[in-house]
């Protein structure tokens, strides 16, 4: 059973950093797609990045790419958060898909479909003013 656990969120000053943390837990494969979301209240759940692990490829939505980093060492996927802007404010979800390859992946992300990833986390707030 596969559980994932965010951390890291908070409230920051625009131009500031954070670093999100996802603690993944339980039975898992090399061919795992790992993806962070973020969604505010009344707007569409937003894939912002994503790694393919087997590759260790990474994919990254416009809205973030320059100023956000997606990371993983051992059992924990990161993000790194430069440069926050006001409309970063958003509940942030890791999540991750078991079942993937270098195609599918990127694909599952920016779609932002919910169905595409199989476990997602309980989500941490980031706030940004």
């Known amino acids: 059973h596969v559980q994932l656990v965010e951390s890291g969120g908070g409230s920051e000053q625009a131009g500031g950093s954070l670093k999100l943390s996802c603690l993944v837990s339980?039975?898992?494969?090399?061919?795992?797609?790992l993806g962070w979301f973020r969604q505010t209240p009344g707007k569409e759940r937003e894939g912002i990045a994503a790694?393919?692990?087997?590759?260790?490829r990474t994919y990254y939505s416009d809205s973030v790419k320059g100023r956000f980093t997606i990371s993983q060492r051992d059992d924990i996927l990161y993000l790194q958060m430069n440069d926050l802007k006001p409309e970063d404010t958003a509940m942030y979800y890791c999540?991750?898909?078991?079942?993937?390859?270098?195609?599918?992946?990127?694909?599952?992300?920016?779609?932002?479909?919910?169905?595409?990833?199989?476990?997602w986390g309980q989500g941490t707030q980031v706030t940004v003013s």
């Open positions: 790694m393919y692990l087997n590759l260790l």
């Open positions: 999540a991750l898909e078991p079942e993937s390859d270098y195609v599918r992946c990127p694909s599952a992300f920016s779609s932002s479909r919910r169905d595409l990833f199989r476990h």
């Open positions: 339980g039975d898992t494969v090399s061919n795992y797609c």
